[in-house]
């Protein structure tokens, strides 16, 4: 049973940073990229970043590219999503995601994971 922990959530002042993190258990996490995904009160669930098995690829949404940085630690079975320069349109439950099938490239769309962690809520004010 693949389970996924998030962490590191709170409340922070726009400009602010916060660092988010995903332990992972049930299988070998080093065979699977992993997403951020995010949704906000009254809005869908979106994509914010992905990234390979290998840390070789990552992909990231238009409205985080610069601010926000995706790592992961195969040793510790953990991905982190580095979040700077927040803006109060960051304000949302974060979640990570794994997918299926392992080796895959950085995946973007909500559909193709099917294992979700419980959510960390990040608020960011102005």
């Known amino acids: 049973q693949v389970q996924l922990v998030e962490s590191g959530g709170g409340l922070v002042q726009a400009g602010g940073s916060l660092r988010l993190s995903c332990a992972a258990s049930g299988r070998t996490f080093s065979m699977y990229s992993m997403g951020w995904f995010r949704q906000a009160p009254g809005k869908e669930r979106e994509f914010v970043v992905a990234i390979s098995p290998s840390s070789g690829s990552t992909s990231y949404s238009d409205s985080v590219k610069g601010r926000f940085t995706v790592s992961r630690d195969n040793a510790k079975n953990t991905v982190y999503l580095q979040m700077n320069s927040l803006k109060p349109e960051d304000t949302a439950v974060y979640y990570c995601?794994?997918?299926?099938?392992?080796?895959?490239?950085?995946?973007?769309?909500?559909?193709?994971?099917?294992?979700w962690g419980q959510g960390t809520q990040v608020t960011v004010s102005s």
């Open positions: 995601a794994a997918p299926a099938y392992y080796y895959t490239p950085p995946l973007n769309h909500a559909g193709s994971y099917i294992y």
